[in-house]
């Protein structure tokens, strides 16, 4: 079973949201939170896989939430998927440093949603990376900043190095394979090792990880 943690400071969208979840044989809520103060409580107490956030609430916001969620390592197991109004977001693009697992229109379909979760629960962590490229990218365009290598980025191979700008493109281990001409396992493993290295929680973090090294431009 699948819990996840409903977070948005409108009763009607909780009550949505909670609704489709338990409509779910495979899903359970395990509650509910108004603000980032809240949700950080009741993460802490319910431990959930799934943790829908939104953003712009008041007091304790949820990229405050999220960062705090992403810090504490007892809530390692715990993966966070911002919710948002709009595609092109800075409090996302933040929000997928701070460790967030990827990101949601707050208009994307039940359908979508659904598969969302369980692909964030089962350890994929690959959540709309296309469109995650194209959030880091607007913001890359827009706030041009230093680039800032990740520390650890000369522990790299050269293949890994590789892979992580094949996974910056949002190509996935599938069509990583193919371009490399790998089979699937080899691509998941040079992902994997990627990860570790760099420390990136899920492979939404992993593309931020490589814009900011300047990997992809």
Same mark, same amino acid.
């Given at each position: !079973?699948?819990?996840?943690?409903?977070?948005?400071?409108?009763?009607?969208?909780?009550?949505?949201?909670?609704?489709?979840?338990?409509?779910?044989d495979d899903l359970d809520?395990?509650?509910?939170?108004?603000?980032?103060?809240?949700?950080?409580?009741?993460?802490?107490?319910?431990?959930?896989?799934?943790?829908?956030m939104d953003i712009r609430? /008041?007091? $304790?916001?949820?990229?405050?939430?999220?960062?705090?969620?992403?810090?504490?390592?007892?809530?390692? #197991?715990?993966?966070?998927?911002?919710?948002?109004?709009?595609?092109?977001?800075?409090? $996302?693009?933040?929000?997928?440093?701070?460790?967030? /697992?990827?990101?949601?229109?707050?208009?994307?379909?039940?359908?979508?949603?659904?598969? @969302?979760?369980?692909?964030?629960? #089962?350890?994929?962590?690959?959540?709309?990376?296309?469109?995650?490229?194209?959030?880091?990218?607007?913001?890359?365009?827009?706030?041009?900043?230093?680039?800032?290598?990740?520390?650890?980025?000369?522990?790299?191979?050269?293949?890994?190095?590789?892979?992580?700008?094949?996974? @910056?493109?949002?190509? /996935?281990?599938?069509?990583?394979? #193919?371009?490399?001409? $790998? /089979?699937?396992?080899?691509?998941?493993?040079?992902?994997?090792?990627? !990860?570790?290295?760099? #420390?990136?929680?899920?492979? @939404?973090?992993?593309?931020?990880?490589?814009?900011?090294?300047?990997?992809?431009?």
């Amino acid at each position: !079973m699948i819990t996840v943690l409903i977070v948005d400071d409108q009763d009607l969208v909780r009550i949505g949201l909670r609704t489709l979840i338990e409509s779910e044989d495979d899903l359970d809520c395990a509650g509910e939170a108004a603000d980032g103060l809240d949700a950080v409580r009741k993460v802490r107490e319910h431990h959930p896989d799934v943790v829908l956030m939104d953003i712009r609430m /008041s007091g $304790v916001d949820g990229l405050e939430a999220t960062r705090r969620i992403t810090a504490d390592a007892d809530l390692a #197991g715990t993966k966070v998927i911002v919710l948002t109004t709009f595609e092109i977001d800075e409090y $996302v693009f933040s929000a997928l440093r701070a460790g967030a /697992s990827g990101f949601l229109l707050k208009d994307t379909t039940p359908v979508d949603l659904l598969r @969302a979760i369980r692909l964030v629960a #089962g350890g994929e962590a690959l959540l709309a990376p296309s469109a995650t490229r194209k959030l880091v990218r607007e913001f890359v365009q827009l706030a041009p900043r230093s680039r800032d290598p990740h520390p650890q980025l000369h522990t790299l191979t050269d293949r890994e190095r590789e892979v992580l700008a094949l996974v @910056a493109e949002g190509l /996935s281990n599938e069509e990583i394979a #193919g371009r490399l001409v $790998v /089979s699937p396992a080899t691509a998941r493993t040079h992902v994997s090792r990627a !990860m570790v290295k760099l #420390g990136a929680r899920d492979r @939404a973090q992993l593309v931020v990880f490589a814009y900011q090294s300047g990997i992809v431009d």
